[in-house]
C-alpha cells in the first residue's frame, strides 16, 4: 500500500513538473525589438546642430578626390579634427550626415537616394515645419575605430556602414547602447480607448516615406523632455489619412469615428525633443501623422 501511495505522489509530482514547464514555454520571452544594422542606421534628430569639428577628410584608395566616392566595411577613411586635440589608437567614431532639405549638396546627394528623415514633398500638412521645431535631422553613415595616428590625422577603419561614407561626414565619439527587448503582444485591441498614458504623434520616418509598416523607422514629436526611454512600447493609433478622393482634404473635418489602433512600437533611441522607434506590429498601413500611446 505504501508503494501505492508513493507512487501515486510520483506521478502528481511529475505532472506538476511537467504542468509548469508547459506553462513557462507559453509565456512570451524578451526579443531584441531590432537588427545591429537597424539600431545602429536609425538616424535622429537633434536638438542642436552638432559641432562637426572632426570629420572624415578622405580615405585609401581614393587617389582622385572624387566627389562620390564612397568607404564601405573594410576600407580605411581618413580623419581630421579641429583645435588640435589629438586622436588615439583605438577611440571609436560614430559618422553621421546632416540633412540639407531642399539646398542641392554635391557632398552628400548620393545619400539621399536611400536614407532621409526630411521629405521633398508630403500629404501630410507642415510636416517639414513639424521636423523642424524638434531640431536638425541626421543620418547614420557608419562606425569607424582608430587604428592608427599620423601628422596628417587619424587612420580609422570602416567596422560597419549605414549607407556608404563620405567625406566630410562628421564623427562624433561611438557611445555603445543596448539593443531594447521587449515582449511581444499577443493581443492587440483593435479599438482600444484612450487609457489616459503619454501620447504623441509620428512626424516622419528613416526613408521620407508618407507611410509606414513592420520594421519601418518612426520618429516622434516626443522624447526626453516628456519622459520617453528606450525600450518603451507604444500603441499607434489612426489619425490623419489622405484621402485624395474628397478633393476637399484639410478643408472639411471628416466624421467622427471610433479610435482604431494600426500598430505598435519600440523606443530605440531618445533625444531631448524627439525619438526615435521601430515598428514591430502593424495591423494595417500606419501614416506619417499618426498618434502613438505609451502602453
Request: proline content about 7%; charged content about 20%.
Amino acid at each position: 500500500m505504501n508503494r501505492f501511495f508513493t507512487l501515486i505522489l510520483a506521478v502528481i509530482s511529475l505532472a506538476g513538473t511537467t504542468l509548469a514547464a508547459d506553462a513557462s514555454a507559453a509565456k512570451p520571452r524578451p526579443v531584441p525589438a531590432a537588427t545591429f544594422s537597424e539600431f545602429h542606421c536609425t538616424g535622429f534628430i537633434s536638438s542642436s546642430r552638432l559641432p562637426g569639428e572632426t570629420r572624415v577628410y578622405n580615405g585609401a584608395d581614393d587617389d582622385l578626390y572624387e566627389v562620390l566616392h564612397t568607404f564601405i566595411s573594410g576600407d580605411f577613411v581618413y580623419l581630421r579634427r579641429n583645435g588640435g586635440q589629438p586622436f588615439h589608437v583605438g577611440e571609436a567614431y560614430s559618422l553621421v550626415r546632416p540633412e540639407n532639405g531642399f539646398l542641392l549638396d554635391y557632398k552628400w546627394s548620393p545619400g539621399k537616394i536611400e536614407k532621409q528623415i526630411l521629405p521633398p514633398a508630403s500629404f501630410y500638412k507642415f510636416q517639414r515645419i513639424a521636423i523642424q521645431k524638434l531640431g536638425y535631422p541626421y543620418n547614420n553613415t557608419g562606425l569607424v575605430k582608430v587604428v592608427k595616428v599620423t601628422p596628417q590625422g587619424a587612420i580609422a577603419k570602416v567596422l560597419f556602414t549605414c549607407n556608404g561614407i563620405l567625406a566630410e561626414d562628421i564623427a562624433v565619439p561611438y557611445e555603445p547602447e543596448s539593443i531594447p527587448e521587449y515582449v511581444p503582444s499577443a493581443h492587440q485591441d483593435r479599438f482600444a480607448a484612450p487609457n489616459g498614458k503619454l501620447t504623441g504623434v509620428i512626424v516622419a520616418d528613416s526613408h521620407a516615406s508618407p507611410y509606414l509598416a513592420k520594421g519601418s523607422i518612426a520618429f516622434l514629436n516626443i522624447g526626453q523632455n516628456q519622459g520617453v526611454k528606450p525600450g518603451q512600447k507604444f500603441s499607434i493609433y489612426a489619425i490623419f489619412r489622405d484621402n485624395v478622393t474628397k478633393g476637399l482634404e484639410g478643408v472639411v473635418p471628416p466624421p467622427a469615428t471610433p479610435r482604431e489602433t494600426v500598430g505598435e512600437l519600440v523606443i530605440l533611441h531618445v533625444k531631448e525633443k524627439s525619438a526615435a522607434g521601430i515598428v514591430v506590429k502593424s495591423a494595417r498601413g500606419i501614416a506619417i501623422g499618426d498618434g502613438v500611446e505609451l502602453e
